[in-house]
């Protein structure tokens, strides 16, 4: 059974997106000014008959280019997930139903309007949780705008509670915003701490 055409698509909230790209930035500039403290890049350095001075940003991706280790661990620890988490991963509303991004990539959850018993409003703006029919799991995920799920699912005639709750309001945002702060402090103490070069020498 299908979902159908994709009738909107809702990805992370402000927020988790602009903590994503800020993690993404600082962890990025942290990486290239690290570099210069690096004495395997004043090697690199040499052989090509540069000075620190002399050194630009060009160069200093010419020598992640030839040893990529730590740029690959960024992007793959970092730039990956934040692009994943911030912009990838969400809600899609079909004709037929609901699929959901549980966190991760290609892992989904169908759920078809014909499954859902009801709906009800966790928070004003951004959360909403549907109970299956079935089992009466209950099945809460984060929405940019509330107001079009609601306008779906009633024009599926799902019924609701409308009453905007303030339920664990903040729980899930703050869960994914401390995950990428936890990440971003370990990746900014083994960058600092030079670990990568010792692991990969």
Do not use: W
């Amino acid at each position: 059974m299908k979902l159908g055409k994709r009738l909107y698509k809702s990805s992370a909230i402000s927020s988790i997106k602009l903590m994503a790209i800020l993690i993404s930035i600082v962890l990025f500039l942290n990486l290239y000014f690290q570099t210069f403290s690096n004495e395997h890049f004043f090697q690199f350095l040499d052989s090509l008959n540069f000075t620190k001075d002399q050194a630009s940003l060009s160069i200093v991706f010419k020598y992640y280019l030839k040893y990529p280790e730590e740029f690959l661990v960024y992007i793959f620890a970092i730039l990956i997930p934040a692009i994943y988490y911030g912009f990838i991963r969400g809600v899609a509303f079909h004709e037929g139903g609901i699929l959901v991004n549980r966190g991760i990539p290609f892992f989904n959850t169908k759920i078809f309007y014909t499954q859902i018993k009801n709906y009800k409003i966790v928070h004003q703006k951004h959360i909403i949780a549907v109970k299956i029919l079935d089992t009466e799991d209950e099945m809460v995920f984060g929405v940019k705008n509330i107001d079009r799920v609601i306008a779906l699912l009633d024009q599926n005639g799902i019924s609701g509670n409308l009453d905007r709750h303030q339920n664990n309001v903040k729980s899930a945002s703050l869960k994914l915003i401390f995950f990428f702060m936890i990440v971003g402090i370990l990746m900014l103490f083994i960058q600092y701490g030079g670990y990568l070069r010792f692991i990969f020498r």
